[in-house]
């Protein structure tokens, strides 16, 4: 795909999702990086600041299937990946595909749902596949989850276990919007809603072309061995229990090559890793002790300063573009 045709394309996506997101310029920008990363993302904050109008707004700028779970206390793990149904009329069981079974799902509240139903999940987003009776079902490409929590000290909600956090390749934070952005919110939602008007700006086979096009950013070894130093670091730290995962480096080196593809470069540098490091690592880490405050802790601001930390202690690799 043409530099310029990419550099369109995202911009179309941007535009189109801002025109619903008011004032979340940067929220926007990582949603479109972890799309074009193949990843799946996480928006925690509290209740009414735009979680779930952000992943339907990024759903609804590209044209393939998108799918929206409601998660509940009493929603079935069945209710997600499908359930094999008895047909009288042929005497067999047929599957009958969950919503999980589309591009873009759209998992509202995630962590309202027991673990056991959160747990559904598992297989999907590490394996783009479903295991039903003993028959395994392979999801369609693209296949990313675009999941809403609010913070877990929250009542009615479960805290997601450390294997489903991990599956999820960055977190975001929606934050509430300033006041002119809040202001201009009420002047155009006043009548209807934005996302009424919001129309595809992307074919699921352009989206597919992006997706390739980030696949090829170049990585030096250098970055590669940045990237892993990193995530060692956080394995040894005193004040980190659970450090990031193997997964999590693979997910930070994918994450930062589309960071470079949508600045328009075709090849990563450490600035990419540094300015995504604590996004996609903060929400795996379990901190060694918790002190002060537990919303704090829980939400990872104590394990984004740790990060923070052990970034800038890192030895920075000096790199040259790729020829």
Known sequence: MPDDVFDDHCAAIVRSVSTVIDGKADAVRLALTVLLAEGHLLIEDVPGVGKTMLARALARS????????????????????????????????????????ANIVIGDEINRASPKTQSALLECMAESSVTVDGDTYTL???????????????????????AQRDRFMARISMGYPDADAELAMLRSRELSSPLDSLTPVV????????????????????????????????????????????????????????????????????????????????????PARRTGDTAAVLSGHSIADVIERIVAETPVPVVAAAS
């Open 203 to 286: 074919t699921v086979e352009q989206l597919r072309e992006l997706i390739a096009a980030v696949r090829r950013v170049f990585v030096s070894t250098a970055v590669e061995e940045y990237a892993v130093a990193i995530a060692q670091a956080t394995r040894r730290d005193r004040e980190v229990r659970v450090g990031a995962s193997p997964r999590a480096t693979l997910h930070l080196v994918r994450a930062a090559k589309a960071r470079a593809a949508i600045d328009g470069r075709d090849f990563v540098l450490p600035d990419d890793i540094d300015a995504l490091a604590v996004t996609v690592l903060a929400h795996r880490m379990i």
């Open 62 to 101: 590209v044209d393939c299937s998108v799918s929206r779970i409601q998660f509940t206390p009493d929603l079935l793990p069945a209710d997600i990946t499908g359930v094999s149904v008895y047909n009288q009329n042929t005497r067999d069981f047929e599957f009958k595909k969950g919503p999980v079974f």
């Open 140 to 162: 369609t490409s693209p296949f990313i989850v675009v999941a809403t929590q609010n913070p877990i000290e929250m009542e009615g909600t479960y805290p997601l276990p450390e």
